[in-house]
């Protein structure tokens, strides 16, 4: 069974700070990890796919980095509008090509 | 940029009472899901659908819960007895190199 665990639960910043957060997964085979962004009472918002260990991906302030027991959402300067959870699934080679999500980390960064 | 949409954005019904909740997923995409999100709990995958058939669901999808595709854009999954534990948002996605979520139903059950 495909599992997802993200750490910290909760991350409150100052503005400008910059820190990491961290996803740790069990799959059988990895076909992708996503992060999303998601603000309270909203659909997740697609931030990034990584499909295998090494790979990196940058949006704005954000870099995804993935290894084969882990993925990190480094966050860089931060400012109070990136403040919302982020979520990490995995998706499997095997059985269900739905995804599994993690329980997410509530950042907050405040001015 | 395309997007995936849902309706209505809440929904409020007694318990015992069916409720249809729609979705427009992006129209090039071939897999529709739904996934479920209980109050401060983690997002959970209730069902696929692939060529329009069901491909995999998940142990919370029981006889409840049916899904269809009555036309060539609009996704429904209908909850044919709600129950208060269905009380949740309700995620349509749909997936084409990512997988993009709607921005959910609101169901409440009282």
């Known amino acids: 069974e495909d599992q997802v665990t993200q750490s910290p639960e909760a991350l409150r910043l100052q503005e400008g700070e910059s820190s990491s957060l961290n996803c740790s997964y069990t799959v059988s085979g990895l076909r992708g990890l996503f992060w999303y962004r998601q603000d309270p009472g909203k659909g997740p918002e697609f931030l990034f796919t990584?499909?295998?260990a090494g790979e990196e991906k940058e949006k704005e302030r954000l870099k995804a980095t993935l290894t084969k027991k882990e993925s990190f959402l480094h966050i860089t300067a931060p400012k109070p509008e990136d403040s919302a959870t982020y979520l990490c699934a995995v998706q499997g080679t095997t059985g269900r090509r739905a995804l599994t999500f993690g329980s997410g980390t509530r950042l907050q960064v405040q001015p | 940029e395309p997007e995936v949409t849902q309706t209505p954005s809440h929904q409020v019904t007694q318990m015992g009472q069916e409720v249809i909740l729609r979705c427009v997923p992006i129209?090039?995409?071939?897999?529709f899901y739904w996934y479920r999100q209980i109050l401060g709990q983690k997002v959970e995958f209730l069902v696929s659908f692939y060529n329009n058939e069901i491909s995999e669901k998940s142990e919370i999808f029981d006889d409840q819960f049916s899904v269809e595709r009555p036309d060539g854009s609009n996704f429904t999954l209908k909850i044919r007895s709600t129950k208060l534990e269905d009380s949740a948002m309700y995620f349509c996605?749909?997936?084409?190199?990512?997988?993009?979520f709607g921005p959910g139903t609101r169901l409440t059950v009282l």
């Open positions: 996605a749909s997936s084409g190199l990512a997988k993009y």
């Open positions: 129209s090039n995409h071939l897999y």
């Open positions: 990584l499909y295998s």
